[in-house]
């Protein structure tokens, strides 16, 4: 095979036309190292790499799976943190035709034992650090053929109680290896699997094939963004999600930028000191951390934002709080959006100087959304509905949930589980997730609306509203708060204040009437707030 052109597809059936080739390791990896090899591609904590040594990694691990008689199609499970070796784990699994299931390398052992009893996978790839939570998870459960450890020998974990072999990462690895040939996939092969752990908290594996992450690429970092070659993108939510796997790697891969890896979790002074020395121009985080963000600026933590062109938002709906104050403080627009696992990145977005606080936008390009009620009709104008959305990203199923796949995509259309409105000009508003929306004196209550409104209040650094049954059965709505690190609530009272306040600014039906200050929010590892553990719970950690 000529380096650069697509492999033999002689033996392929005629649904593997020459034509329909597609992999992912050849179109993210392989083109940009024949374009720029010596490009820096990866920076950050670790050394860096150029497209030449990236690609050249991705060809080590995937000789190294060919050697472990790893098969296309058997699964991939990586428990890595954001590092050069975890996106050359990623594409070495798919250019062999093996599918790639990056997890959580933060995660406990209930989760590794789900995800791999889930995925199937016979390898895995795993952190040292969290090797002990890992084996307490599977051991006895599940027996992998190969279990490859990164940044450390193998010796406190035996062959036969976990897996057949096991082997430390650089010794796995052969030092150098001819130019790998790819395996022949097509663009409808599955490449990899993103878990989502949906509202209840059971982790699904959503399933990704090798043209949905190029569509995600032109649709909306090209289409909406604009991204560069001389871009750099730095990502605070993590590789193993779908916001930061497209944020923090394909994308700056997709155009031969530069991506900034950050493994540790995001805390607002690290998270300055590497936006001081890697310059990022493009920064994706989440709605808390931007929060977090003008917290700790109110602190006294230097935040230089000035070789930022371009600041997203998603995971969330960006409160317009934030976002007035964000382009206030720091002269940056957030550009808010919202994705999904199902659907692999951003389908609606703010547009760069076409922003509205409050709103995430518009349709990217190549994806149409609509608004139903809920006899299945489209909503009016203003009027909350169930946002569905259509476009060539959009998953192929759920792994081995073949009802719950049919419940959610219908002729090609995905059912997002989420709230919306639009406007007259066509820009969308979140109203909740469907299943977090509340009605109130039947009337529909948006949380997110209630939120946005109380971190108005001077008091207020962070705040959840959920609705909780009363006595008899009736929901109302509570806030659960958390205060600003100068303020108390020692002498009570300060539910009182909140209360006549939050009166002025919302109808008396959408103002709790209940306020429990608690020192934190139960959160997801990307910050979203897990509004089921509020629910119900009366009883959390007390704020004075």
Not at 38 to 65: H, I, N, P, S
């Amino acid at each position: 095979m000529t380096e650069g052109s697509p492999p033999s597809v002689a033996g392929l059936s005629n649904s593997r036309s020459p034509a329909a080739y597609c992999n992912i390791a050849d179109e993210f990896v392989s083109r940009p190292a024949r374009e720029h090899p010596q490009k820096l591609a990866v920076l950050g904590t670790g050394r860096a790499r150029t497209y030449a040594e990236l690609e050249a990694l991705v060809d080590r691990v995937a000789q190294a799976l060919r050697d472990a008689n790893c098969q296309p199609g058997d699964r991939v499970l990586i428990a890595l943190p954001d590092s050069a070796e975890l996106v050359g784990a990623f594409f070495g699994a798919a250019k062999i035709g093996a599918i790639a299931v990056p997890v959580n390398p933060m995660a406990r052992a209930a989760d590794y034992r789900h995800w791999l009893g889930n995925c199937g996978a016979r390898v895995a790839i795993v952190h040292a650090p969290i090797l002990g939570e890992f084996c307490a998870g599977v051991a006895g459960e599940v027996a992998l053929d190969l279990l490859v450890v990164y940044e450390s020998t193998a010796g406190t974990v035996k062959p036969g109680h976990l897996a057949r072999r096991i082997v430390q990462w650089e010794d796995w690895l052969q030092s150098r290896v001819a130019a790998m040939a790819t395996h022949p996939t097509v663009a409808t092969d599955p490449a990899f699997y993103l878990h989502t752990s949906g509202s209840g908290g059971v982790s699904k594996a959503v399933v990704h094939r090798h043209q949905d992450m190029g569509a995600a690429a032109r649709n909306y970092a090209q289409g909406v963004l604009g991204l560069r070659a001389d871009d750099r993108l730095f990502s605070v939510s993590k590789l193993f999600f779908a916001y930061g796997l497209g944020s923090g790697m394909y994308f700056p891969l997709h155009f031969g930028a530069a991506t900034i890896l950050y493994p540790e979790r995001p805390r607002a002074e690290e998270i300055a000191a590497v936006i001081a020395e890697y310059r990022p121009t493009v920064f994706f985080s989440v709605p808390t951390f931007y929060a977090s963000l003008l917290r700790e600026s109110d602190r006294g933590l230097a935040l230089d934002f000035s070789s930022v062109r371009l600041a997203v938002s998603a995971g969330e709906s960006l409160p317009a709080e934030i976002f007035e104050q964000f382009r206030k403080r720091f002269g940056v627009e957030i550009l808010d959006g919202i994705g999904s696992s199902e659907m692999l990145h951003i389908f609606l977005s703010s547009r760069p100087g076409e922003a509205r606080a409050g709103s995430c936008g518009r349709e990217v390009p190549g994806y149409e959304a609509r608004i139903l009620d809920d006899a299945g009709e489209p909503a009016a104008e203003e009027e909350a509905g169930n946002l569905w959305v259509k476009g060539e990203s959009a998953f192929a199923e759920y792994w081995r949930i073949p009802d719950l796949t049919a419940r959610t995509k219908r002729d090609g259309w995905v059912n997002t589980g989420d709230k919306f409105s639009r406007d007259a000009d066509g820009y969308f508003y979140y109203r909740g997730r469907a299943d977090d929306m509340m009605k109130v004196s039947g009337m529909w209550v948006s949380p997110g609306e209630v939120e946005n409104a109380l971190l108005g209040h001077a008091a207020i650094a962070e705040c959840a509203v959920v609705g909780n049954a009363d006595a008899v059965g009736l929901v109302r709505p509570v806030a659960y708060i958390v205060l600003r690190q100068s303020v108390t609530n020692t002498a009570g009272g300060l539910d009182s204040e909140i209360y006549g306040w939050l009166r002025t600014r919302l109808p008396g039906f959408k103002c709790p009437q209940e306020y429990r200050f608690v020192n934190e929010l139960p959160r997801t590892a990307t910050g979203k707030i897990q509004r089921y553990l509020l629910r119900g719970h009366s009883e959390l950690t007390g704020q004075s």
